[in-house]
């Protein structure tokens, strides 16, 4: 009898979908010991938008949050998402601070990092990769998941094998829109099991509404993990129901070791949580709907609603049907990068400000300007050269990793310009990874010890 086993997103992805990461630690802190005997493969609660959320907006200290989740979870592997070269934020850093995140964030209690990069250019996870083994943690490689004409099962196959190379423990297959379509899993899984001996993990989302079947034909291909969300937190953009993904896989005879009276318990914690932030308004309902118009453009939601707010902003949401066909266009011209953070934003603005400027190309931005310098790294396909010449203007692409001509001295100059500010390691690594928004919180903090010493005297 084959196990599948499963990944719980609830503290993670299933919350960034639903409800823009915006799930406060005291909010579950209470339900983490039934999670923890639930019997889950892993429970992904970090990194994604958690540690930017934590600090710009929950007030928390990402790191303190970790530590906290690992001493009530002693008996669960806890694990993380890493954009690769990228870290937690949206732009490249040095190798030597990258190690140093990858080190703190095992330090403080992470046991599996799942490494992706939005250009599937392996050179971009070859360092998080090593140093996650060298910390004694699981190194997952991801595929971030898209079709084009370039992306082939070969070409996956192909990565997946220099990913075994490089160390890792096991092969996720990362579908961020929702695309990978029931036929697509299974021949995907079938031949990453042919490539290589190592364990498969499938994450999805419910958006276009083929979630629960690509998992059925993923298992059935030799998947052994999925990733699903407990269900008030499932469905829509959020990942398929635990629950009912449990209950489906031991009727067809697979042996799924969860505990479903914990499983229970964690849905009846949850439910009045999702009630409060449907009240609150925090909840769309339009994130719980089937979207199927990302299988025709390749648009993932939280893409789609950037677009739709560009566009308001400009006062042109009459341009939306134009934007919506200019994307793949843009798409195709930048070499078909897969459409997830940060590449999904870079070609849906520059398809809002071609449709918007009447000419293709004739606004482009810093970031745009960087991607077609080299600095995100090599394309699944080349960009159209008639369109970099008109955006870089005669300047020279980049050789080589773009990682490599970054000054090594970034995190020492961080520390140094944070003085005692900073307490800890970690304290430098978020001022790095986004400074105006780390000083914030270091001053609030600052703001409420004193508030609290000043409380304990007056009490005396």
């Not at 940060?342 to 400000?353: D, F, I, K, N």
């Not at 005669?394 to 005692?420: H, M, V, W």
């Not at 900073?422 to 780390?438: G, K, M, N, W």
């Amino acid at each position: 009898m084959k196990k599948v086993q499963f990944t719980e997103t609830i503290l993670r992805d299933a919350n960034q979908s639903l409800v823009a990461t915006r799930l406060g630690y005291d909010q579950f802190e209470d339900i983490l010991g039934t999670i923890d005997q639930a019997g889950f493969y892993s429970v992904e609660c970090w990194g994604g938008a958690t540690f930017d959320v934590c600090l710009r907006f929950l007030n928390e200290d990402p790191w303190e949050r970790l530590r906290r989740i690992r001493a009530k979870m002693p008996n669960t592997k806890l694990q993380m998402l890493l954009r690769g070269q990228n870290i937690l934020g949206y732009k490249h850093y040095s190798d030597d601070v990258v190690r140093r995140f990858v080190r703190a964030s095992v330090r403080n209690g992470i046991d599996i990092i799942r490494i992706f990069d939005a250009l599937n250019d392996t050179d971009n996870l070859k360092v998080a990769v090593e140093e996650t083994v060298k910390s004694g943690a699981m190194a997952s490689g991801a595929i971030s998941y898209t079709t084009s004409p370039v992306h082939t099962l070969d070409k996956y196959v192909g990565m997946v094998k220099e990913l075994k190379e490089m160390g890792v423990s096991s092969i996720c297959i990362k579908d961020m829109a929702g695309i990978l379509s029931p036929k697509s899993a299974y021949d995907l899984v079938a031949a990453i099991k042919d490539a290589v001996d190592l364990p498969v993990v499938v994450h999805t989302h419910c958006t276009t509404g083929l979630a629960f079947m690509t998992y059925l034909k993923a298992v059935e291909a030799g998947a052994d993990v999925i990733d699903t969300a407990i269900s008030p937190f499932s469905g829509g953009t959020s990942q398929p129901a635990t629950e009912t993904l449990a209950y489906a896989l031991r009727e067809f005879g697979y042996d799924v070791s969860l505990d479903d009276r914990k499983l229970l318990e964690m849905a009846n914690y949850f439910k009045p949580i999702r009630a409060e932030f449907l009240e609150k308004g925090t909840l769309n309902p339009i994130s719980m709907a089937t979207d199927t118009q990302c299988l025709t453009y390749q648009i993932p939601g939280g893409m789609l609603s950037n677009l739709l707010s560009q566009l308001k902003m400009m006062n042109a949401l009459d341009r939306f049907d134009e934007a919506l066909l200019e994307t793949p266009r843009v798409r195709e011209d930048m070499g078909y990068p897969p459409l997830v953070t940060p590449t999904s934003q870079l070609v849906g603005t520059q398809a809002v400000q071609n449709v918007l400027a009447g000419e293709r190309y004739k606004n482009v931005g810093a970031e745009i300007k960087a991607y077609c310098r080299g600095e995100y790294g090599r394309t699944p396909a080349p960009i159209n050269p008639e369109v970099r010449a008109k955006i870089l203007g005669g300047e020279k692409p980049i050789e080589g990793r773009y990682a490599e001509t970054l000054p090594s001295d970034l995190y020492e100059k961080a520390a140094e310009q944070l003085g005692d500010t900073a307490r800890c390691e970690e304290d430098v690594l978020s001022y790095i990874a986004f400074p105006p928004v780390a000083e914030k919180f270091f001053e609030e903090r600052r703001q409420q010890e004193e508030k609290k010493v000043r409380y304990s005297i007056e009490q005396l």
